[in-house]
T-cell receptor, first 115, second 110 residues
Framework: EAGVAQSPRYKIIEKRQSVAFWCNPISGHATLYWYQQILGQGPKLLIQFQNNGVVDDSQLPKDRFSAERLKGVDSTLKIQPAKLEDSAVYLC?????????????FGPGTRLLVL | GQQVMQIPQYQHVQEGEDFTTYCNSSTTLSNIQWYKQRPGGHPVFLIQLVKSGEVKKQKRLTFQFGEAKKNSSLHITATQTTDVGTYFCAGRGGSEKLVFGKGTKLTVNP
C-alpha cells in the first residue's frame, strides 16, 4: 500500500514570496490533515478535511494560509506571503477509522525555510 | 484551549535501561494516541488508547491511559538503540481536535 505522498520535500524562499505544498493521501482515506511542525515541537494542526469539506481550520492563519482539497482526494496548502516564522516542516496526514479507532498516517513532510 | 504537556523533554539512557515518558492533558480526553518520530523522519502511529485505565503492550512498549482519562504514559523496557527518536502523545478532547504534546526526545547510549 502506497503511503501519503508530499511534494516538494524541501523549499527555500525569501520572505514575502509565495509557496505551495501538495499532498496525495492514501487511497480511500476520507480525512486529510495539514500540520505545521516547528523544530523541537510537536505537530500543530492547521486544517482538517473530511472528503472535500473543512472540519477544523481554527488554527490556520487565514490572512496568509489557504488550503483546498478539490474532489476530496489531493490537497494543496499555500502560504502567501511567507514570513520568517513560517519556517517549519509541513506534514500532511490521512486517516482511516476502523472499529472505532482512528489511525493517522503521515507523509514525509515538506521542509520550508524562509529567508 | 486544550493543552497537552509531556515530560521529560529529553531523556538519555544507557542501552538496556528502562524509559518512561508522561503525558498530561488540561482536559478530559476521549482518546489518546502515541507516535514515534525518528530523527529527520515523520511521526509514525504507535497506538491509540480509549478506555479509562486501559493498558496496552507492544513487545517492550507498555502504554497506559489514566483512570480520569487526563494522563497517559509510555514505558519502554530494556531500551535498544533502535528506540532512539522523539515520542509524542496526542490527545483528543471535547473539540475532537487532536492536540500533540511537545514530545520526549530519547537518546540511547550503546
Amino acid at each position: 500500500e502506497a503511503g501519503v505522498a508530499q511534494s516538494p520535500r524541501y523549499k527555500i524562499i525569501e520572505k514575502r514570496q509565495s509557496v505551495a505544498f501538495w499532498c496525495n493521501p492514501i487511497s480511500g482515506h476520507a480525512t486529510l490533515y495539514w500540520y505545521q511542525q516547528i523544530l523541537g515541537q510537536g505537530p500543530k494542526l492547521l486544517i482538517q478535511f473530511q472528503n472535500n469539506g473543512v472540519v477544523d481550520d481554527s488554527q490556520l492563519p487565514k490572512d496568509r494560509f489557504s488550503a483546498e482539497r478539490l474532489k476530496g482526494v489531493d490537497s494543496t496548502l499555500k502560504i502567501q506571503p511567507a514570513k520568517l516564522e513560517d519556517s517549519a516542516v509541513y506534514l500532511c496526514a490521512s486517516s482511516l477509522v476502523s472499529g472505532g479507532l482512528e489511525t493517522q498516517y503521515f507523509g514525509p513532510g515538506t521542509r520550508l525555510l524562509v529567508l | 484551549g486544550q493543552q497537552v504537556m509531556q515530560i521529560p523533554q529529553y531523556q538519555h539512557v544507557q542501552e538496556g535501561e528502562d524509559f518512561t515518558t508522561y503525558c498530561n492533558s488540561s482536559t478530559t480526553l476521549s482518546n489518546i494516541q502515541w507516535y514515534k518520530q525518528r530523527p529527520g523522519g515523520h511521526p509514525v502511529f504507535l497506538i491509540q488508547l480509549v478506555k479509562s485505565g486501559e493498558v496496552k503492550k507492544q513487545k517492550r512498549l507498555t502504554f497506559q491511559f489514566g483512570e480520569a482519562k487526563k494522563n497517559s504514559s509510555l514505558h519502554i523496557t530494556a531500551t535498544q538503540t533502535t528506540d532512539v527518536g522523539t515520542y509524542f502523545c496526542a490527545g483528543r478532547g471535547g473539540s475532537e481536535k487532536l492536540v500533540f504534546g511537545k514530545g520526549t526526545k530519547l537518546t540511547v547510549n550503546p
